[in-house]
């Protein structure tokens, strides 16, 4: 890690703590103006915006004399949004060209701001325009001592003024290109199990697959997908190489949409030619994929909000998973300083408060776990969210649990989880300032019905827990199912684990049988209602109905709306979680063994050979995620 810094000549001199822990002087922070460009550097690194792009188009590692260019000069690092006016108007002849893709920000009153030798904040504006009705405000700030830089974006949009949607917005960050400087990816170890670390690929392209998946010349098939995270993992990631690393770091996450478990981009590469040789590294600062809405702004709306900041981190040193540790230690390093006292804005509160409380189950099941999250108070589902801000914990054994460095406001308390199909929901939840909000014991009472015969999975909208549910970030699971289960899924309670014997995605081609079998006992013919109750984390039924039988009695066939893009981009589960309770006469169920099948009603045989199976994609099999399965009876 950085472990020196060099001779520079300095105005002030302040004492700072350097990547790595050693204590060294730190130069001040200054800053240098021309007609096109502003330079801002602090002896560790040197920042070029262009006025004109309204970017940076320079990051450059200036430690012990390297001077080393760490962005894409054609490029650089630049923000953008995919998104539109909410109604087109009736008569477009006076309307500019349709557009959905928007680079907002102008150099036209780029501000810059000295706070002494202490820092420097360069702000960019973004007008509203005709299809795109926000006003944005783009902040940068590098400071003395520390080898990274802090972002932000202020997004505005008066009443009365054309109402306008926003499906992703985001920072990207086109890092130097190749291998020069970089050769390794980094991100957390849920998003790819194995490895922790990879290679950055250049192999050709043989083909395109579908949406930024390729098909390369070693038989690897990569896919950006393949490296998002949840927002409750979103700490650190990045690129590494040549003794060093350029990092995306979160020091909060309160302001993105879709609560803990929303999954967006972090690194990726494009294709330059027949190559994958265009290194991105992104802040996803809001979005819409795997099924997460996007963020609706009506006319009459006076809306505001802050997100961010980020901070992008640069560090040396000869391990490259030294440098991701190192970057991740000072991830949390800014987590714990945050929020960040030096800055000033109306829209970001420094006084906040906390909530805490104990979760207590009525039917006495422990709730240890369960996601409490706090969000936009009102009806709609917090994992489909965005315009208001959102915090969460985990539930602790003991059902307590603890949110803090919340803004000030009214919010909804969700608790999710807790093998419950419901979540438990609390209005009018207020956090003042500089204080905790103690809400003291909170009783769930599930809903009850009746005595459960039997239960697939957990119900916490997670599908970890069957087989490759932990291992999802591979665009090939459409086939992996076919080689792991060559009878298809044949699952007896009692004997069969989820873990071993059900797999987390059924899809619309099978091997032998045109459906999974669920083998149950029951002591005597039962009698009263039967509920059966299906949880889905996704679904994209592309073959027809899911028809659900027991015993050869057709109880129902579903039809679900589609849920998201987990299905076809490397995902175990979706934003939109639906629940459907089937409801029958329990003497359908016999004495002794029961057969109970779930199978789609235009489903297909798979070919049998690997070439033959790659040829088919995802979308046209279709697939249902399982959340959890529960049979029960009340008499």
């Known amino acids: 890690m950085r472990v020196s810094v060099g001779a520079f000549i300095a105005l002030v001199v302040l004492v700072a703590v350097m990547p790595g822990g050693k204590t060294a002087t730190a130069a001040p922070v200054t800053v240098q103006q021309s007609a096109g460009h502003i330079i801002a550097k602090n002896g560790l690194i040197k920042l070029i915006f262009s006025k004109r792009r309204a970017r940076l188009v320079s990051l450059i590692d200036e430690i012990g004399g390297r001077h080393e260019e760490l962005l894409d000069p054609q490029f650089g690092m630049y923000f953008d949004a995919n998104g539109g006016r909410l109604h087109r108007p009736r008569h477009f002849s006076h309307a500019p060209r349709f557009r959905s893709y928007f680079v907002p920000l102008t150099g036209k009153g780029v501000k810059v701001i000295r706070h002494g030798g202490r820092s420097v904040e360069i702000i960019f504006q973004g007008p509203p325009s005709f299809w795109f009705p926000f006003r944005i405000t783009a902040h940068f700030e590098l400071r003395a001592g520390q080898s990274g830089f802090y972002a932000?974006?202020?997004?505005?949009?008066?009443?009365?003024?054309?109402?306008?949607?926003?499906?992703?917005?985001?920072?990207?960050?086109?890092?130097?290109?190749?291998?020069?400087?970089?050769?390794h990816w980094a991100v957390d170890r849920y998003a790819v199990q194995s490895p922790l670390m990879g290679v950055l690929p250049e192999e050709k392209i043989v083909k395109k697959i579908q949406d930024v998946t390729y098909l390369l010349t070693n038989g690897q098939i990569w896919c950006k997908y393949d490296y998002c995270l949840f927002n409750y993992?979103?700490?650190?990631?990045?690129?590494?190489?040549?003794?060093?690393?350029?990092?995306?770091?979160?020091?909060?996450?309160?302001?993105?949409?879709?609560?803990?478990?929303?999954?967006?981009?972090?690194?990726?590469?494009?294709?330059?030619?027949?190559?994958?040789?265009?290194?991105?590294?992104?802040?996803?600062?809001?979005?819409?994929?795997?099924?997460?809405?996007?963020?609706?702004?009506?006319?009459?709306?006076?809306?505001?909000?802050?997100f961010g900041p980020v901070?992008?981190?640069?560090?040396?040193?000869?391990?490259?998973?030294?440098l991701y540790r190192d970057a991740r230690r000072e991830?949390?390093?800014?987590?714990?300083?945050?929020?960040?006292?030096?800055?000033?804005?109306?829209?970001?509160?420094?006084?906040?408060?906390?909530i805490e409380g104990t979760v207590h189950m009525t039917n006495g099941h422990n709730p240890a776990g369960a996601w409490a999250i706090l969000?936009?108070?009102?009806?709609?589902?917090?994992?489909?969210?965005?315009?208001?801000?959102?915090?969460?914990?985990?539930?602790q054994p003991n059902g307590h649990f603890f949110i803090g460095k919340v803004r000030?406001?009214?919010?909804?308390?969700?608790?999710?989880?807790?093998?419950?199909?419901?979540?438990?929901?609390?209005?009018?939840?207020?956090?003042?300032?500089?204080?905790?909000?103690?809400?003291?014991?909170?009783?769930?009472?599930?809903?009850?019905?009746?005595?459960?015969?039997?239960?697939?999975?957990?119900?916490?909208?997670?599908?970890?827990?069957?087989?490759?549910?932990?291992?999802?970030?591979?665009?090939?699971?459409?086939?992996?199912?076919l080689n792991a289960f060559p009878d298809d899924v044949n699952y007896t309670v009692g004997t069969s684990s989820p873990a071993r014997n059900w797999n987390f995605a059924q899809w619309g081609w099978y091997n032998k049988v045109p459906y999974w079998t669920i083998n149950f006992r029951s002591i005597h013919t039962q009698h009263g209602v039967a509920t059966l109750t299906l949880g889905f984390c996704a679904a994209l039924m592309s073959r027809g109905g899911l028809a659900v039988k027991l015993n050869g009695h057709r109880i129902a066939v579903l039809h679900l709306p589609k849920s998201g893009a987990a299905i076809y981009r490397s995902g175990g589960q979706d934003s939109k979680y639906q629940v459907v309770y089937l409801h029958f006469n329990a003497q359908l169920i016999r004495a002794g063994m029961n057969h109970l099948t779930l199978g789609f009603t235009r489903a297909f045989k798979a070919p049998g050979s690997y070439k033959a199976r790659m040829r088919y994609h995802p979308t046209p099999i279709g697939a249902v995620i399982y959340d959890s399965i529960r049979l029960q009876i009340k008499h």
Not at 165 to 180: C, E, L, N, Y
Not at 338 to 348: G, T
């Open 152 to 183: 932000w974006i202020i997004y505005h949009h008066a009443a009365g003024t054309p109402g306008g949607s926003i499906a992703q917005t985001r920072f990207v960050v086109k890092a130097a290109a190749g291998h020069k400087v970089f050769t």
């Open 233 to 306: 993992q979103f700490l650190c990631y990045g690129m590494a190489g040549h003794n060093t690393g350029l990092w995306m770091t979160w020091p909060s996450t309160g302001f993105l949409n879709g609560g803990p478990l929303r999954q967006e981009l972090t690194v990726h590469q494009q294709s330059q030619g027949h190559r994958l040789s265009k290194n991105n590294i992104l802040a996803m600062i809001d979005g819409a994929h795997f099924g997460e809405v996007s963020l609706r702004i009506r006319r009459n709306d006076n809306w505001n909000k802050f």
């Open 311 to 322: 901070f992008v981190y640069v560090n040396n040193g000869p391990s490259r998973m030294g």
């Open 331 to 354: 991830a949390r390093r800014q987590r714990q300083k945050a929020p960040f006292r030096w800055l000033k804005s109306r829209f970001y509160p420094l006084i906040r408060g906390s």
């Open 375 to 395: 969000s936009g108070n009102g009806k709609t589902d917090w994992a489909l969210q965005g315009r208001h801000y959102n915090y969460w914990t985990t539930v």
């Open 408 to 481: 000030p406001g009214k919010y909804k308390l969700s608790v999710c989880g807790g093998n419950q199909f419901q979540d438990y929901v609390k209005h009018d939840v207020r956090i003042g300032p500089n204080r905790t909000t103690n809400l003291g014991r909170i009783d769930w009472t599930p809903a009850n019905r009746g005595k459960t015969l039997w239960q697939i999975g957990v119900a916490n909208r997670s599908a970890r827990e069957f087989f490759d549910g932990n291992h999802v970030r591979h665009y090939r699971n459409f086939i992996r199912y």
